[in-house]
């Protein structure tokens, strides 16, 4: 063995320095293999640094092999530099055999490997595959948030939402179910479903299994179901089948929601209909009639039978049929009729109702717009008006007649009011002049036996002239009170201010004795001089003529209440007693003798008289003892008298 080293190494050759002789051409060869031994010893460190790192790498033998062949050569690039001096050639050749053999042996496994190799992804194979990648986690990311939005919304939801098995047993309960049914998830799942379903409802639970069990659906079935508690519950049911990836059907989910609220309001809701003093009827979209009361029966003839699903239009004339669906599907097609809104249906046309025997009555119809969970219905209001129609009609020809009754008798008073005129100016005329008669002899017998008439006889000569005065004084107001209202003249227009109208009262009147006040609105108001005039002074004269005294207060007060005038006369003299208010108003009535006072009693009548036919009102505030009040109420624009007399009556004569 000592042997074969000692040969392996041996120096009986002649070294290449020898060969070479030159020192440019033996450092080349120095360098050069120098360098290339350092550059294959550093390959192979890198390779194993990336085994090392990347163990996931596939055929890393041959890297291993690959570093190996390059480490020989290495070897024999340094025994090069070695050779040049020390000649041991055998070592170098049993190096470089080695490094054959490894590379060989490369070779041989990279040829083997280059099928397997030319398979791998090509760089842009690599960049689409990891493009793909990205898209595929995106997506996974998206089917995570919506799984978890997904379990998340029903864990949460309102309704009870409940997966089983196709043997009953529950596989999840969310917190709607929980409230629902009052059993917790811990206390039902693994549970059979049975806990929830009546005794008497366990087939139809079987059944609903078998349906669901060949991958077909249940929509709003509805059934009962048990409160932990014992009471019953009104839901709405609907169960789809789970699907494992082959497609099989593995389980069921439900939604089951209380309509045990909606049930009792839509029975109230039903009875309030059915109650109802009215035909009550409602339509869906396509005018089917959906529901109808009891009343609807009646008043049509039809049985409910008869009109379930039927359209509205065969409870309307045939007149009315061809139009009316234009008129229905402009209402539904309305915004109002989303939201409440109550709507009278044919404003301003007679509206008629078509009997089953076809006999038509008049009615009116109030439409309701509702919404539901089947969409917008309107619910109708019918109303049989045919006695009330009939009503109208009887007072319409009551009417006919009163108003030609009225005519006639109209025409009787303005015959008779004329004849009443006539009359009185007849006999005021015809009156006086024997009046004037007796008042001229009475003058004429005291001129010629004025020697021979006793004290007596003058003083009862002097009461015939008085009481002949005071009869033509009564004639002349006999005469203004039948022409209130009907004779008028240029002082019935004329407009002054109420201020000009108290002084031309105050200056006919020329008061003695007397303080007599205005208020201050007299001075902003303007009124028609008659017959306002008159009242004033009959009212102030009243006042002055029947005091206790010779000297008093008089006060006169205006007032503006919009539409009207409200007057005053207050005096302070001995007032009037109750008993006597609505007496004085009466014509030829005085509280005094006339022997005291002067006066025909017709006074306060005229007044009263004027201020009615004008639209006003009069009323007496007193008290014995305690002064008086005549107030009355003057409106701005007068009522238009019928039968107002002529102006050729104008002038027959005024009152004094």
């Not at 049975?194 to 005794?199: D, E, K, N, S």
């Not at 234009?326 to 209402?331: D, E, I, L, M």
């Not at 009278?344 to 009615?363: C, H, N, S, V, W």
């Amino acid at each position: 063995m000592i042997e074969f080293f000692h040969n392996l190494f041996g120096t009986d050759f002649m070294p290449h320095v020898m060969c070479l002789r030159t020192p440019g051409v033996i450092w080349l060869h120095v360098a050069s293999d120098v360098l290339i031994a350092v550059a294959y010893v550093i390959i192979p460190l890198g390779l194993l640094q990336l085994l090392r790192i990347r163990k996931d790498i596939s055929f890393h033998w041959v890297f291993l092999l690959f570093a190996g062949f390059i480490v020989t050569c290495g070897a024999t690039h340094v025994l090069a530099v070695v050779t040049l001096w020390t000649p041991i050639y055998r070592f170098e050749g049993l190096m470089k055999a080695a490094t054959a053999l490894l590379s060989l042996a490369t070779a041989i496994c990279l040829i083997r490997l280059i099928p397997k190799i030319a398979q791998m992804p090509t760089p842009d194979q690599w960049r689409l595959a990891n493009e793909d990648l990205k898209v595929e986690a995106v997506e996974n990311q998206k089917a995570q948030q919506t799984t978890a939005l997904m379990a998340a919304i029903v864990a949460n939801s309102e309704d009870a939402i409940i997966s089983l098995t196709l043997q009953g047993v529950i596989t999840s309960w969310n917190r709607g179910a929980e409230r629902l049914f009052g059993h917790s998830s811990e206390e039902v799942i693994g549970h059979d479903i049975g806990v929830i379903i009546p005794p008497e409802l366990s087939q139809e639970e079987a059944n609903l299994l078998s349906v669901l069990s060949k991958s077909e659906s249940v929509n709003h079935f509805e059934t009962e179901r048990l409160h932990r508690d014992g009471r019953r519950i009104r839901v709405s049911l609907s169960a789809s089948p789970l699907l494992d990836a082959s497609g099989g059907v593995v389980g069921a989910s439900k939604i089951l929601r209380n309509i045990g609220h909606q049930k009792r309001a839509e029975e109230q809701f039903r009875l309030v209909v059915e109650s109802a003093p009215n035909a009550m009827v409602m339509i869906n979209r396509e005018g089917e009639i959906t529901l109808v009361n009891e009343l609807t029966e009646q008043w049509f003839g039809y049985s409910r039978e008869e009109m379930m699903g039927k359209r509205v239009e065969m409870l309307l004339p045939e007149r009315f049929r061809h139009a009316h669906p234009g008129h229905r599907t402009g209402f539904f097609n309305k915004p109002a009729v989303v939201g409440p809104r109550q709507r009278a249906m044919g404003l301003d046309r007679e509206l008629y109702g078509r009997r089953k025997d076809g006999t038509e009555f008049p009615i009116e119809v109030g439409l309701n717009p509702i919404q539901t969970e089947n969409g917008p219905m309107v619910l109708s209001a019918i109303v049989d008006v045919t006695a009330r129609k009939r009503m109208e009609d009887n007072i319409r020809e009551f009417n006919r007649i009163l108003e030609k009754q009225v005519d006639e008798r109209t025409t009787q008073l303005r015959s008779a009011n004329q004849e009443l005129e006539e009359f009185a100016f007849v006999a005021s005329h015809d009156l006086k002049a024997p009046l004037r008669v007796i008042d001229n002899c009475s003058k004429w017998i005291e001129e010629d036996l004025q020697e021979h008439l006793s004290g007596d006889t003058r003083e009862n000569m002097s009461m015939l002239r008085g009481r002949v005065q005071r009869m033509d004084k009564l004639l002349d107001d006999l005469l203004e009170y039948a022409r209130i209202g009907r004779v008028t003249d240029a002082r019935y227009t004329e407009t002054i201010s109420a201020q000009m109208l108290m002084n031309n009262v105050l200056e006919l009147l020329a008061p003695r004795g007397f303080a007599v006040t205005a208020g201050p609105n007299f001075a902003d108001v303007w009124v028609t001089a008659m017959p306002l005039q008159q009242i004033l002074m009959n009212l102030i004269g009243n006042a002055i003529k029947h005091h206790d005294k010779k000297t008093g207060s008089i006060e006169v007060t205006l007032e503006d209440r919009g539409t009207l005038y409200a007057f005053a006369v207050k005096d302070d003299g001995p007032g009037i007693p109750a008993e006597f208010h609505e007496q004085v108003f009466k014509m030829f009535q005085t509280l005094r003798p006339r022997d005291q006072v002067e006066g025909s009693g017709m006074g306060l009548a005229m007044v009263r008289k004027h201020v009615e036919l004008a639209g006003g009102t009069m009323e007496l505030e007193s008290a014995e003892g305690k002064g008086s009040t005549f107030r009355f109420t003057w409106p701005k624009q007068q009522q238009r008298l019928e039968g107002e007399a002529t102006e050729d009556y104008a002038n027959a004569g005024q009152s004094t």
